[in-house]
């Protein structure tokens, strides 16, 4: 069923600091992780993604940090913006065949900038 | 590349009629498309999996036909929200996958926002 009554975690940070956004998985057999950013009203927007074969991938601004140990994935955001104001949500997925690989999506976690 | 489009942004509806929302590849083909739905302050859940050609698989506990759902061309995918009601409203949102790109992420559209009177 579907979660009832849930608010969602919020990270404030200064603009110019960086962020850790994290996020636990909950199937030890996943193996390709993504990060999507999701602004008011609009559909969730690729940020950065890892294989479980990675513990650490880089991107502009972006790093995603994997431990498959405890199942836990996070995002580092570096000199926070304010148009990295948004939810940011983790899903996971088992890249077994070609097409039709469905992503578990985690709660979400929103950032706010501070000016 | 790798554009998705979702029509209507938004629709109201009143009580027991039934909405179409469309879902499409703009720039690939898409054998492969994904329909979610997200209630406010919360993470998006899977309802279908929408084959081109072939029925959808629908997650447990989502009904088939309330939720139908269609995939007649290798760009096109509909969700029909059948005999709405006030709880049915939502943010829809629709994915698809680029075929052949083992992990390639899947692209979203901006999501339909149903709201039902």
């Known amino acids: 069923g579907e979660s009832v009554g849930l608010h969602l975690p919020t990270l404030s940070v200064q603009e110019g600091d960086n962020s850790i956004i994290n996020c636990a998985y909950s199937?030890?057999?996943?193996?390709?992780f993504i990060w999507y950013k999701q602004e008011s009203g609009k559909g969730p927007q690729f940020i950065i993604d890892i294989r479980s074969n990675m513990d650490k991938r880089q991107g502009q601004r972006v790093t995603v940090l994997l431990n498959k140990t405890v199942k836990h994935l996070s995002l580092q955001i570096a000199a926070t913006q304010p148009g990295d104001s948004a939810v940011y949500f983790c899903?996971?997925?088992?890249?077994?065949?070609?097409?039709?690989?469905?992503?578990?999506f985690g709660g979400g976690t929103r950032v706010l900038v501070k000016p | 590349g790798a554009v998705v489009s979702q029509h209507p942004s938004w629709v109201i509806c009143k009580s027991g009629t039934s909405v179409k929302i469309e879902c499409r590849s703009l720039?690939?083909?898409?054998?492969?498309m994904f329909w979610y739905r997200q209630f406010p302050k919360q993470s998006l859940m899977l309802m279908a999996t929408s084959n081109e050609g072939s029925k959808a698989t629908y997650e447990q506990g989502v009904e088939k036909d309330k939720f139908l759902i269609n995939h007649a061309s290798l760009t096109l995918s509909t969700l029909t929200v059948t005999s709405a009601h006030p709880e049915d409203s939502s943010f829809y949102i629709c994915?698809?996958?680029?075929?052949?790109?083992?992990?390639?992420?899947?692209?979203f559209g901006n999501g339909t926002r149903l709201t039902v009177t």
């Open positions: 899903a996971e997925t088992i890249m077994i065949k070609a097409a039709g690989n469905k992503l578990t």
């Open positions: 720039d690939f083909q898409a054998t492969t």
């Open positions: 994915s698809a996958e680029v075929p052949g790109h083992l992990n390639s992420p899947l692209h």
């Open positions: 199937n030890s057999a996943s193996d390709y």
